[in-house]
Structure formats: C-alpha cells, structure tokens
C-alpha cells in the first residue's frame, strides 16, 4: 500500500513538474527550435486528391523553410492526418491536433464537409487556421478572428461566371442545373439572385439532382424543352462530366457552363469531346499542370525533385498544390514578421497585416481586420479543342 | 407529345443500363437464394480491366470484351471458392454481409491502385445524336438496349436449353435432390458466381461509355436491384421488365412532377409494388419463375 502511495506521489509531482514546463513555454505549439503546424484533411477516399495535393503542397513548403534553417532559427513540424473527408473523422483528428500533439496553428483544413463542423472548435480554442480548401461561405459565417482564406470563395466564383455569362457570352436565356447538396443549393441562389438583381432575369430553368446521380436525361430533358442559351451547371466535376456529355446526346444547344468545381482534368475524362467550349472559374491565376508561370514552372520542379521524381500522379498538380503552398508562403511571411516572440494573437495580427503579398502560385492574397478573405479574383477557363484547358479572362472583384 | 417519347426513350436507355446490372443479381439469387452486393462492384471491375485491355495495352475492343468477361467470370468463381464457399451452411444473411464486404473490398482496392482517377470508356459507336421522329437518340443508346434485349434472350436460352443451365436451376430448387441426381453442387456454384460475375462485367463494359469510370460507379447497381425487385426478382423476364419500368418512371415523374423528386417515386413505387404485389410486378401469386 505505502509502495502504491509513494508511487502515486511520484508521478504527481512528475506531472505537475510537466505542466509547469508547459506554462513556461512562450506559446502553445512553440519550442526555441520548432513549431507544430496541424493539417486535417482527406488523403484517403474520393475526394484524397485534395487533400494529397494540400499535404504535398504544405510538406515541399516546410521542407524550403527547414532546408533554409526555419523562421527565426525554428524549423516546421509539420503533422498531417487523414479524416477521409468524414466530418466524424475531422472531430476526432481535429481533437488529436489540438490536444495531443498542441499544435501552434492549422493550415489547408479538409473539404468543407469536414471542415465546417470543426470550426467552432478551432475558434473556441484560438487557434490560428490557414485554410486552403475549402471555398463554402459558411466558413466566414459568423466571422472568426482566427480563420483565414486563401482564395476566392464559392459566391464570389458563382458571381464571375454569373458575369461572364450575362456580359460576355451575351445570354439570353440562362438555365442551371446543380447537385441538391450546400455547394449547389448556394451556387444556385447566389445565380438566381444575381440574375434577378442586377439583369432583371429569371432562370429559364432550375434543375436539381442527387449527389450520386449517374442519369440526368429527367432533368435534361425538362431544361432543353425550356429552351435555354446558355446553361450553368453547378455539379462537381465527375458528375458534370457526365451531364455535359448527356446534354450533347440529348440534341441541348445551348453554351455550357460549370461552377468552380468543374475545373480540374476530371471534367474532359467523363466528358470527352463534348466538353470542348465548356467555360469554367479557377480560383488560382492559371493552370496547375501546364502554367508557364514562373512561380508554377518553379513549384511543379520543385514538387517533382522532392516528391515525384518518376512524374505525377493523374491530376497533380492541382489547384489545392498551389492553394496549400500559397498558405504555407503567407504563413511564413507572417511568422517572420512576428518575430522571435511568438504568440497566436500576435500571428493572426500579422495575418491581418498581409497586403498584396504574391505567393507566386495564386493571386495577390490581402487579409484585414474585417476580411479574412484572401483573393476576390477568378479566372475563366475554357476547354479547347483538343480538350485541354486553356485560360480566357481574368474577373476581379464581381 | 415529342416530349413525352422523348422521356420514355431515354428512360428505356436508363433502363437497358439497370437492366444489364439487374440480371446479374438475378442468376446469382436465384440459384443461391444470396443478394449479390458486390454486383455493382464487379461490374466496375470488368469497365477498368477493358479499359486497360483496350487503351493502355491497345487491344482490339472484341479482345478487351472477352478478356475483361473472363478474368472477371474467373475472379467470381474464386471470390465463391474462399468467401463464399466456406460459409455454404451459414444463414444467408451472412453470406449477403460477405457480398458487402467483399464489395467494400474491391472498390477500396481500385481506389488504391488507381486513386479517384476519372476515366471515359471510348465509345465504339458513335455518340452523336440524331432524331427520328422528333425523338433525340444516339447510335450508342440504341445498341445498349439492343444488347441488354440480347443478352437477357442469351440468358434465359442457357437456363432453359443446357444441361449446366438446367443443373443450376435444379440446385437453386432443391439443393439435396440435385446432389442426389447427380448434378456436381460446388461446380455448379462455382459456375453460378463465374456466369454471375461475367453478366457484371459485360454490364460495365457495355455501360462504361455511357456513365464514367470511377471506383464509385458500382453504385449504379443499387438501381439494379430495385428494378428487379419491381419487377419480380425470381424471374428473369420480370426483373428486365422491372429494371426498364423503373428507369421509365424515373424519367417521367423527374420530367413531370420534379426532378428532384425522381428518386423519391422510385422508391415510393417500390414500396407500393411491395405492399400490394410482394413478389413483383411480373410474377405470378405462386412466385413462379419463367
């Protein structure tokens, strides 16, 4: 009994030993030679491509950073766990962050899916969080100190095609079809009350399917007996790959359009020809796997020498490569900026701070006290002829 | 008026395709009283395997065909012989959750070996659509239900016709009696998952230019499924009947009531079929087969 009693003492007095340790460290996550950097997001499941390109993208940018001798003589810890884009999954790998490993802050973050529900978490707890993925509105809503974006959102990619359609490609008669879940119910409302507001338009139709879907002649068929010039489709890109390509072999006419979403390869895969002239938004200034950008020609050798050296695996790199990387560079700016004394209140200060700063990979990212809104701009993306993408215009600010 | 032909026409294009994946839930069930979960995910697999006959090792499409039926028919046939086999005195229901979970496995497999990759089956038939009568349809469409007509035909030949087929349908009647006359169980099972598994490929290869290629797309056979139970899952004609009846009332009520409501009559038409008619829509009181 008395050995079990000292015992007990002794491990007490470890632990409480410990916590003073911890109270006397300048800052959660922070030692005098490293800092954890958090990242949850899906590198298992259908949607991993996002998640391996952010994780890709986060590691090469630490790797620059340690390889140089980190920021302010500390190096990157960067930590990185799979939640399978399950919301159930982000919680328990959110909570691992956080609690266990104390991580200072959390970059690139899951799909939104998985990302909204942690948000109350990260903001309760004051955690700093770079996100990279995610473009849902709700993200901002109601506005955390400590969340940031990168690029541009989901209502601001909705309002430049809405722009592009109406003043550009000069339709008359604009008709959507979109998936019925959060992403395209809101790139529906955002196109009907645009239209309404400000071209005096109502849709000519609005049609909507379940994620999943693999026939879309029902809708299809009601949107070509109304008629319509120009046709939105608000759908991810596996699923608008097979709308458009439906929607030829129905006999519809009309011009296609997609939301964000459509913008990758996958689109011409399940499409084929019938995507050629097919009109999309990118987030980033131009296209990952073949931009000749120089901060993208830099990124690709750099991703390929570190990462890849036999070459990419399909669809790499991404958007999200260059979203992640962009929120790794704007992350290190700030850090440099704060100093050797690092807090997390201190680093969103600096976040707020940041003004025009080029990441080279993505548009000119400014963050202030009231917008955590990191980009406004889009680029309109088109499929050529031989079913590559190619870049059209660019739309600032709609 | 061109509307509503229209409508159906395509709704029997969406039906070939349940169809085809419909009657491989049948051939297995009916001889082995199992619902074959993992019908979806076999028919994925025969799509990849003949897009890599086909485009990666540039094999004429009849070969990629051939060889994507086959490898499949031998993968069924082994999946019976370690899943399957060791559960033959289990109840059912186990058995089903084994086609879950076998299912489950091969869809995390692909995804392993070729990630989320999204493929288009090049289509041997041209996709371009003209009209006859008002109605849009595509030469591909048209050699789908074609196809699906045929190879139910094929099928209920070789049920009827051979002795294999006549020894299936004996064991599915009477498992004892059919040992007792002579007809080999565990061969016969062997070859129920292997013709089974083949009808699944030859479903994907055939849907593969229509929808796309993902490790997801198994989900289609869900479809499938309930289209045979519609229209009654013990017998063939039936369940092909059932399978292009849904993908009709899928396409009208999507046009005419709402197209977001198109699922929602599906399976409100299943549950009326099931209530009032449990045997399906084509069969009989008695629950004969055909």
């Known amino acids: 009994m008395e050995t079990i009693r000292k015992l007990c003492l002794a491990i007490i007095s470890v632990c409480s030993a410990l916590l003073a340790a911890a109270a006397a460290q300048a ?37 620059e950073v340690n390889d140089k001798g980190g920021i302010h003589g500390r190096k990157i810890n960067f930590i990185s766990y799979d939640d399978a884009a399950s919301p159930q999954e982000a919680q328990a790998v959110i909570r691992r962050l956080i609690d266990q490993d104390q991580v200072f802050m959390l970059i690139s973050g899951s799909v939104s ?23 849902n509105m709700n993200l901002m809503r109601p506005f955390s100190r400590y969340i940031f974006r990168i690029y541009a959102n ?27 879940n959060d992403y395209g119910v809101g790139g529906f ?8 507001e400000k071209y005096k338009v109502t849709p000519a139709a609005a049609e909507r399917y379940n994620q999943g879907d693999q026939d879309f002649s029902a809708q299809l068929l009601r949107i070509k007996a109304a008629d319509p010039d120009g046709l939105l489709i608000y759908a991810f890109a596996q699923e608008a790959g097979i709308i458009v390509r439906q929607a030829k072999e129905l006999g519809i006419t009309a011009k296609l359009f997609g939301g964000g979403s459509t913008s990758t390869p996958l689109l011409q895969r399940g499409a084929g020809p019938a995507a050629v002239g097919f009109t999309s938004t990118l987030v980033v200034p131009d296209l990952a796997d073949v931009s000749q950008m120089p901060g993208m020609v830099a990124y690709r050798d750099k991703l390929k020498a570190a990462l890849y050296p036999d070459g990419f695996p399909p669809g790499r790199p991404s958007e999200y490569d260059l979203a992640g990387y962009a929120a790794g560079k704007v992350t290190e700016a700030a850090l440099e900026k704060v100093g050797k004394d690092v807090s997390r209140e201190a680093f969103v200060d600096a976040l707020e701070g940041v003004k025009d700063f080029d990441t080279g990979v993505t548009f000119p990212i400014s963050f202030g006290k ?3 809104e990191g980009s406004r701009q889009v680029e309109i993306i088109r499929v050529r002829p031989d079913l590559k993408w190619e870049s059209v215009a660019r739309i600032g600010a709609p | 008026m061109e509307l509503l032909t229209q409508v159906v026409v395509s709704g029997l294009t969406l039906g070939s395709l349940y169809a085809l994946v419909g009657l491989g839930f049948v051939v297995i069930f009916r001889a082995t009283k199992v619902v074959n979960f993992a019908q979806g995910e076999m028919m994925m697999l025969g799509a990849i395997l003949a897009l890599y006959f086909y485009t990666d090792l540039v094999l004429p499409y009849w070969l990629s065909f051939i060889l994507a039926v086959t490898v499949c028919a031998l993968f069924g046939a082994a999946l019976e012989r370690l899943a399957y086999r060791p559960l033959i005195n289990a109840p059912v229901v186990t058995l089903i959750l084994a086609t879950v979970a ?39 469409s048209l050699s789908i239900i074609a196809l699906a007509v045929l190879l139910v035909c094929a099928f209920m030949l070789f049920f009827r016709k051979t002795t294999i087929g006549k020894g299936m349908e004996a064991t599915s009647e009477n498992r004892d ?51 045979a139970i519609l229209g009654g899952f013990t017998s063939i004609p039936g369940a092909i009947a059932g399978c292009f009846l849904l993908g009709v009332i899928e396409n009208l009520g999507g046009v005419y009531v709402a197209s977001s409501m198109k699922d929602v009559i599906s399976f409100l038409m299943l549950v009326l079929v099931l209530t009032i008619k449990p045997n399906g829509l084509f069969v009989g009181e008695q629950g004969q087969r055909a």
């Open chain 1, 113 to 135: 899916g998985s990302t909204l529900p942690v948000r109350q978490v990260i903001t309760r707890d004051k955690v700093p969080f770079v996100s990279s993925i995610s473009s």
């Open chain 1, 189 to 196: 409302q955002v196109f009907s009350e645009r239209l309404k």
């Open chain 1, 27 to 63: 800052e959660t996550g922070v030692t005098d030679s490293e800092i954890r950097i958090g990242m949850w997001t899906p590198l298992s499941g259908p949607v991993s491509l996002l998640g391996q390109s952010a994780r890709d993208a986060v590691r090469l940018w630490a790797k």
């Open chain 1, 154 to 180: 989901e209502d601001t990619q909705a309002l430049g095609m809405v722009q592009w359609m109406m003043e550009r490609e000069k339709i008359q008669r604009p008709a959507i079809i979109y998936t019925s």
């Open chain 2, 102 to 140: 076998v299912g489950q496995m091969m869809r995390a497999g692909v995804r392993i070996l070729r990630g989320s990759e999204v493929s288009r089956f090049p289509s041997i038939l041209p996709a371009e659509p003209f009209s006859i009568a008002g109605v849009t349809v595509t030469p591909l």
């Open chain 2, 177 to 227: 009696a059919a040992t007792l006359c002579g007809v080999d169980v565990h061969r016969t099972f062997s070859l129920i998952w292997a013709a089974g598994s083949a009808l699944a490929a030859a479903a994907g290869v055939l849907l593969a230019p229509l929808i796309i290629i993902t490790p997801d797309m198994g989900t289609i056979g869900i479809k499938g499924f309930i289209g």
């Open chain 1, 370 to 372: 009231d917008s955590h």
